[in-house]
């Protein structure tokens, strides 16, 4: 099943990365943002199955965008991706409801989330 994927990031290299990995399963790129403000207007117009987000970005943080996007649509499913570790980060992505906190230099868990895209 096709899914319609938000890709927020504020590094264009990352977004691409992921982006063709999301489009290479057979999903659809809905919007790219590169920051969270942007992130939560592409979510109200564009709607989609999924958002793939950062954490830190420069304008608004993804805990902050997500916080705006749950308030906006409560069923919205968001799943980080970051090169945060620290254990504080994954329980606030937790008590917000994401459906994963994946760090970006996890090659091998970035593939089994991108194959498991359709659950999530």
């Known amino acids: 099943m096709e899914r319609r994927v938000l890709v927020v990031d504020d590094s264009g290299f990352m977004r691409k990365r992921i982006c063709e990995q999301i489009k290479a399963r057979g999903h659809f790129i809905a919007g790219e943002a590169k920051g969270g403000v942007e992130a939560v207007e592409m979510f109200k117009a564009h709607r989609p199955d999924l958002v793939i987000m950062d954490i830190t970005m420069r304008d608004m943080d993804g805990i902050t965008a997500a916080r705006e996007i749950l308030t906006e649509d409560p069923g ?38 991108l194959e498991d895209i359709d659950q999530l």
Not at 87 to 107: C, H, M, P, R
Request: no cysteine.
């Open 76 to 113: 919205a499913k968001i799943l980080f991706l970051t090169i945060l570790t620290d254990e504080k980060y994954k329980v606030e992505a937790k008590s917000l409801g994401a459906v994963g906190f994946v760090n970006k230099t996890d090659q091998a868990s970035i593939d089994k989330v």
